[in-house]
């Protein structure tokens, strides 16, 4: 009767704001992964340009730390 209607309702709102709730940690995880492979990327670009021009390379490193 109504305990059992009341019981689903009670579930799919769960069920609901669990969704919602994965749903917005991936997209945290997802941004913060896609700035971390930037990062990787931007460094092996560096690591690259930096075989052509070792002087380049140490400015870049100097202005990471920063």
């Known amino acids: ?5 009341e019981f689903s ?3 799919v709102w769960n069920t ?3 969704i919602m709730i994965l749903n917005f940690f991936v ?3 997802n941004s913060t992964a896609q700035g971390y492979l ?3 990327q ?3 670009m ?3 340009k930096g075989k052509s021009s070792e002087n ?3 400015v870049e490193e100097e202005e990471e730390k920063d």
Request: hydrophobic letters at 40%; zero cysteines.
């Open 38 to 40: 930037k990062k990787q």
């Open 9 to 11: 309702l009670a579930f």
């Open 16 to 18: 609901i704001v669990w």
């Open 42 to 44: 931007d460094k092996e």
């Open 27 to 29: 997209q945290i995880v």
């Open 46 to 48: 560096a690591t690259l």
């Open 1 to 5: 009767g109504k305990k059992k209607w």
């Open 56 to 58: 380049h390379q140490s």
